[in-house]
């Protein structure tokens, strides 16, 4: 053991222990009888040599044991605080020790009761560490790497996740309370201030008064601070644990706490985000910071669920693979995979290449990538269900190139490999002389993947509408030869059948991404009425194949996807009366895939979102009842689609764009300063996040500079000039970043945007 083994504070006087022996009128901070004068005194088989440590209510000896001969440690309870409480947490602590038996946590021989001048005293006999540190004494001591000290670190996990196991949570985890012995191997102590999740010990155990702190304050989590024990759990410890990797690491804690009031110190521990490692040590930056903030997450729900999980990212870490903490996007995957096997993966890396040719391979474009990641998942389900009408060779092809994107979102790299993905089965398709419905199907299912590839990659600036009629007009041309009622496998008939009903909502969204391309002051109505009548036909078709026995669930999703394309598009043609009905009738609709489709829980929760807020954007009066009562509940059911599925990067958009209209509305209309500033700060706030996560996406672009540019003129409109400035700079500071790495690459989109917003 070690001189600071036990704290040496006195004890304070506002504990139930100490109260309780004031009030049998015993000195309080001193002993009935000195603790030195058991040195030399035998205990049973042991005897005295020194004092190791001394704290408020416990001495720990070194002493000698008889036999086995060994060195041990003995802590006894100070003469004078026999209270029952007192020894009843004392017996407790050496119970809670005997039950762990681990190589990281300090072993207990022996317990019993030793007759002192005041009574029969507690002790409990345990194991004496030699010439041992504190965790970070001996880190620094021997100068250990940063490796080294993980590896040290991932054993106290360890340690601690076999207390976890035990039903012990130590509720006071802190460098001081972790000693490592000569060899390096660490061992957990003081479990004094631990807590046991076991009905047989708890019953037995001294619950301190609700409300009080225990532990030492610099390592307790949140739920310590606040005082709730009923929060407290393992996770508690999780994050003590993060606040000790973080100093193993830096040399520092992660708040600086220096001459704050204990008060102050509440505060900033439930309150304020932990600094970032990496500006103490750039060279921590990456994985070791996403593993130490994921520890520190002040919502225990978002921390380590355990230690164990905690140990197994820093052994992903160490060993180079992708660590939990973070989500895996393809290009961290591949990173972490050519560092570890760097040569054996230049030949992966070139078919990889081959995969994503012609895409724009940037620091911006795969961030985007990666936080698009969710689209990509529907577009994965949807070729995996297409798969099913395709032979074993082609459907085998088609999953290994999904293994490889399936993390690259709806990105232009992500479609590109896509439309090459569908060329090349179109060009295995043309060599086959057989003419049958399975190759029909397929070429078919080809060309319906390019054009929607090219479509969807106008969304984040890419995609042609050439290439993408071209697709569509191949694909027009199958369906009309294809006679459905001469098909006689099912899979294929209900495949085809899926196709018919998505060719004309790809129409439709060709038409409107070829209005949106025209230049300003073009006529883009031509175009628009197109898609009306495309959306109108679709419509019409699945109301037609739900009354003949189709899928239910298919005919409603199609009819409701159609009546929103209706809206949105007749929202655009200035005619707001007929685009209320299309948005009604699609209200209804999602109102039944609701009730049919429980699978689909947050999809469904999503199209009443939207719906609503369509309906109460495009009200005459927004001040109405009505229309407001509609925007609070979108705004409401968005918040919890976003609890339920919070990687899904679009809906956070919704969110944004729901606040922006709600924070108008009370800004300008109903007077509410503080409210509508408040929305609009947390829809800038989602705005700007989205932009660097997705910064080449125009909608993106546009998104932020149109909510900005509303921001400041209807705050000004109010004589709120410096919160729009305020909220508005932020944004922008934020955004600085993004503009100076893509003006590395050519492109000025950022730079424009932000120096319009900077204008007077």
């Known amino acids: 053991m070690v001189d600071d083994l036990a704290?040496?504070?006195?004890?304070?006087?506002?504990?139930?222990?100490?109260?309780?022996?004031?009030?049998?009128?015993?000195?309080?901070?001193?002993?009935?009888?000195?603790?030195?004068?058991?040195?030399?005194?035998?205990?049973?088989?042991?005897?005295?040599?020194?004092?190791?440590g001394s704290g408020g209510m416990g001495t720990v000896y070194e002493a000698l044991q008889k036999s086995p001969r060994?060195?041990?440690?003995?802590?006894?309870?100070?003469?004078?605080?026999?209270?029952?409480?007192?020894?009843?947490?004392?017996?407790?602590?050496?119970?809670?020790?005997?039950?762990?038996?681990?190589?990281?946590?300090?072993?207990?021989?022996?317990?019993g009761m030793h007759e002192g001048a005041s009574g029969n005293v507690p002790f409990f006999v345990m194991e004496y560490i030699a010439n041992a540190k504190t965790l970070t004494e001996y880190a620094q001591e021997r100068k250990l790497s940063t490796r080294e000290r993980l590896e040290l670190f991932r054993k106290v996990c360890a340690a601690v996740h076999h207390g976890h196991q035990k039903g012990i949570v130590h509720r006071d985890l802190k460098p001081g309370n972790i000693l490592v012995d000569v060899s390096g191997e660490p061992r957990i102590i003081d479990f004094g201030v631990a807590r046991s999740t076991d009905s047989d010990l708890l019953v037995t155990t001294l619950q301190t008064n609700v409300g009080t702190l225990v532990g030492t304050l610099q390592y307790m989590s949140p739920e310590q601070v606040e005082g709730d024990s009923n929060a407290i759990d393992t996770r508690s410890d999780v994050y003590a644990m993060g606040v000790i990797f973080f100093e193993l690491l830096s040399g520092q804690l992660p708040y600086d706490l220096r001459n704050a009031a204990i008060h102050e110190v509440a505060r900033v521990v439930m309150e304020e985000?932990?600094?970032?490692?990496?500006?103490?040590?750039?060279?921590?930056?990456g994985d070791v910071e996403t593993i130490a903030l994921k520890a520190l997450a002040k919502d225990r729900n978002r921390r380590y669920q355990s230690a164990l999980d905690l140990e197994h990212d820093i052994e992903r870490y160490l060993s180079g693979d992708p660590i939990d903490a973070r989500p895996a996007s393809m290009v961290y995957r591949l990173g972490k995979?050519?560092?570890?096997?760097?040569?054996?993966?230049?030949?992966?890396?070139?078919?990889?290449?081959?995969?994503?040719?012609?895409?724009?391979?940037?620091?911006l474009g795969w961030q985007e990538a990666e936080r698009q990641k969710a689209l990509v998942i529907a577009e994965r389900n949807e070729v995996e269900a297409r798969n099913d009408i395709l032979d074993e060779s082609i459907a085998g092809m088609l999953s290994d190139v999904m293994n490889q994107i399936r993390y690259l979102g709806n990105s232009a790299n992500a479609q590109r490999a896509l439309i090459d993905m569908a060329r090349d089965n179109l060009d295995k398709l043309v060599t086959e002389d057989r003419d049958t419905p399975m190759r029909r199907a397929q070429m078919l299912s080809a060309w319906m993947r390019i054009a929607k590839s090219h479509i969807n990659m106008s969304g984040v600036g890419y995609g042609s509408a050439e290439e993408a009629q071209s697709a569509l007009k191949n694909a027009s041309e199958l369906l009309e030869d294809i006679d459905d009622s001469a098909i006689e496998d099912e899979k294929?008939?209900?495949?085809?059948?899926?196709?018919?009903?998505d060719h004309p909502k790809q129409m439709a969204e060709l038409a409107r991404m070829q209005a949106s391309s025209l230049e300003p002051g073009q006529p883009r109505t031509e175009f628009l009425?197109?898609?009306?009548?495309?959306?109108?036909?679709?419509?019409?078709?699945?109301?037609?194949?739900?009354?003949?026995?189709?899928?239910?669930?298919?005919?409603?999703d199609v009819q409701y996807s159609s009546c929103m394309g209706m809206g949105n598009t007749l929202v655009e043609l200035a005619r707001e009366d007929e685009a209320i009905v299309q948005y009604e009738q699609a209200r209804e609709h999602a109102r039944r895939l609701e009730?049919?489709?429980?699978?689909?829980?947050?999809?469904?929760?999503r199209d009443r979102a939207i719906c609503l807020y369509a309906l109460a954007s495009v009200q005459p009066d927004t001040l109405s009842t009505k229309a407001r009562s509609q925007l609070d509940e979108a705004i409401e059911l968005t918040r919890a689609i976003i609890a339920l599925s919070p990687d899904n990067v679009r809906r956070l958009r919704d969110l944004a764009k729901m606040l922006a209209l709600r924070g108008e509305i009370r800004l300008v209309r109903l007077s509410d300063i503080d409210g509508g500033i408040g929305d609009y700060e947390e829809s800038i706030d989602h705005f700007t996040t989205r932009a660097i996560e997705s910064p080449m996406e125009p909608v993106s672009q546009s998104d932020f500079q149109d909510t900005v540019q509303s921001m400041m003129t209807h705050m000004a409109s109010v004589a709120r000039d410096e919160d729009g400035r305020r909220i508005k700079d932020l944004a922008v500071t934020q955004l600085q970043c993004i503009a100076e790495a893509e003006a590395k690459g050519g492109r000025t989109q950022w730079i424009e945007i932000l120096a319009s917003l900077q204008a007077p």
């Open 7 to 52: 704290d040496t504070i006195p004890p304070d006087p506002n504990d139930p222990d100490v109260q309780e022996t004031i009030t049998r009128g015993e000195s309080v901070g001193h002993d009935v009888v000195p603790a030195d004068t058991l040195i030399g005194s035998r205990i049973g088989q042991y005897t005295i040599r020194r004092i190791i």
């Open 529 to 556: 009425e197109a898609a009306l009548a495309e959306y109108r036909k679709r419509r019409d078709a699945a109301a037609a194949y739900g009354a003949a026995g189709g899928d239910e669930i298919k005919s409603v």
């Open 70 to 111: 060994r060195t041990v440690a003995i802590k006894m309870l100070k003469d004078g605080f026999q209270s029952p409480k007192a020894i009843q947490r004392f017996e407790f602590e050496s119970q809670l020790l005997a039950r762990l038996q681990h190589p990281g946590i300090a072993k207990v021989y022996e317990s």
């Open 337 to 363: 995979f050519t560092r570890k096997y760097r040569a054996a993966s230049i030949s992966a890396l070139i078919v990889l290449c081959a995969i994503i040719a012609g895409g724009i391979i940037s620091l």
């Open 273 to 285: 985000d932990p600094t970032r490692i990496s500006t103490i040590d750039r060279r921590l930056r």
């Open 492 to 501: 294929i008939r209900r495949a085809i059948e899926s196709m018919r009903l």
């Open 595 to 605: 009730a049919i489709d429980q699978k689909n829980r947050t999809r469904r929760l």
